[in-house]
């Protein structure tokens, strides 16, 4: 099946910096999302990105399906962003279905 | 309703018993999914139903997990003889359209915890 990796798989920030997560597959998708998990379990969408570019406040994210890999990025970190951020694709051959990658767990400090 | 609904939120179970956990989708989404995540990890797939078809139940981990949709909407995923190593949060999801695209929404999970 499809392989989904993220990196880094921890970073601690200090609040105010900038930073950049990513996601890499091993195959075409014509689904992939970015989702943050909270401290309370819940996951939360962030993108539904299978191509290009979007923003939403102090989130973008990117996905360059050709080269199979997409990156979220967040800027003037805060406390509030803290928690595990999750890829999900799905590929073409298997859509429906989709992989989580293993996440990336922020911490931001004070 | 304005999300997809999961009960019981928590559940305490002995080990041996059977457990039925209950997921109600997003009114007229057509896609519906469970997942597991167990302590500090990822999100496993185990069961996506999608219409009428027949479920792909492939992500199943053992014959005692089943799962079933009634009338497109509501779906129930079961553990029966549970065991230690079942314990996780288990999360529903749903997809609006008939196709397979377009974003999935998650509910707030069952969290098992099996003694």
């Known amino acids: 099946g499809i392989q989904v990796e993220q990196s880094p798989p921890d970073l601690i920030l200090q609040e105010g910096a900038n930073s950049t997560l990513r996601c890499n597959f091993s195959d075409s998708v014509n689904n992939l999302q970015w989702f943050h998990q909270n401290p309370w379990g819940q996951l939360i969408n962030l993108f539904y990105?299978?191509?290009g570019t979007k923003q939403n406040g102090r989130l973008s994210a990117t996905t360059v399906a050709t080269e199979r890999y997409s990156l979220l990025y967040i800027s003037s970190s805060q406390t509030t962003d803290s928690g595990v951020y999750f890829c999900a694709v799905e590929p073409n051959t298997n859509a429906g279905k989709s992989t989580f990658g293993d996440g990336t767990t922020l911490t931001v400090k004070p | 309703g304005a999300g997809v609904s999961q009960s019981p939120s928590n559940k305490v179970t002995e080990k041996g018993k059977d457990v039925e956990l209950r997921c109600d989708p997003i009114s007229g989404h057509t896609a519906l999914y469970w997942y597991r995540q167990s302590l500090g990890q990822g999100l496993e797939f185990l069961i996506y139903f999608q219409g009428n078809s027949a479920p792909d139940k492939s992500g199943l981990p053992s014959d005692r997990f089943s799962a079933e949709r009634t009338g497109g909407s509501v779906s129930t995923l079961t553990i029966q003889r549970t065991q230690q190593e079942d314990s996780a949060v288990y999360l529903c999801?749903?997809?609006?359209?008939?196709?397979?695209?377009?974003?999935?929404?998650f509910g707030e999970g069952s969290r098992l915890t099996v003694l």
């Open positions: 990105i299978p191509s």
């Open positions: 999801a749903s997809r609006p359209g008939s196709g397979n695209t377009g974003e999935l929404f």
